[in-house]
């Protein structure tokens, strides 16, 4: 059974910045397009950053884009999400997710087939 496992979370100050990290053991990483997902208290859980495989492909929630920056090191099956000028809104659990697709990027939590178990993030004002 394939595992996903975030770390990185943790509590850091409006403007800061975190680094989270996905580790799967999955042999077939770097054929999965991966995302990032996350959720906060009494919100449905949204796509904040999508990567294909081969890096072909990049996609980030209006919310983040400029600020937030995907990657992936198929190598070490780890995919990584660095969080700066953090805001408060970004304050939610942050869950890794392996795709269905491989070429595509997807928005859509029902097009991905494994989710990590989340990490906190908490950004204080």
């Known amino acids: 059974q394939v595992q996903l496992v975030e770390s990185g979370g943790g509590l850091a100050q409006a403007g800061g910045s975190l680094r989270l990290s996905c580790v799967s053991s999955?042999?077939?990483?770097?054929?999965?397009?991966m995302g990032w997902f996350r959720q906060a208290p009494g919100s449905e859980r949204e796509f904040v950053a999508g990567?294909?495989?081969?890096?072909?492909?990049?996609d980030y929630s209006d919310s983040v884009k400029g600020r937030f920056v995907i990657s992936r090191d198929d190598a070490k099956n780890t995919l990584y999400l660095q969080m700066n000028s953090l805001k408060p809104e970004d304050t939610a659990v942050y869950y890794c997710?392996?795709?269905?697709?491989?070429?595509?990027?997807?928005?859509?939590?029902?097009?991905?087939?494994?989710w990590g178990r989340g990490t906190q993030v908490t950004v204080s004002s």
């Open positions: 997710a392996a795709s269905i697709f491989a070429a595509r990027v997807s928005t859509a939590t029902r097009n991905y087939k494994t």
């Open positions: 999955a042999r077939t990483f770097s054929e999965d397009a």
């Open positions: 990567i294909s495989s081969n890096v072909g492909k990049i």
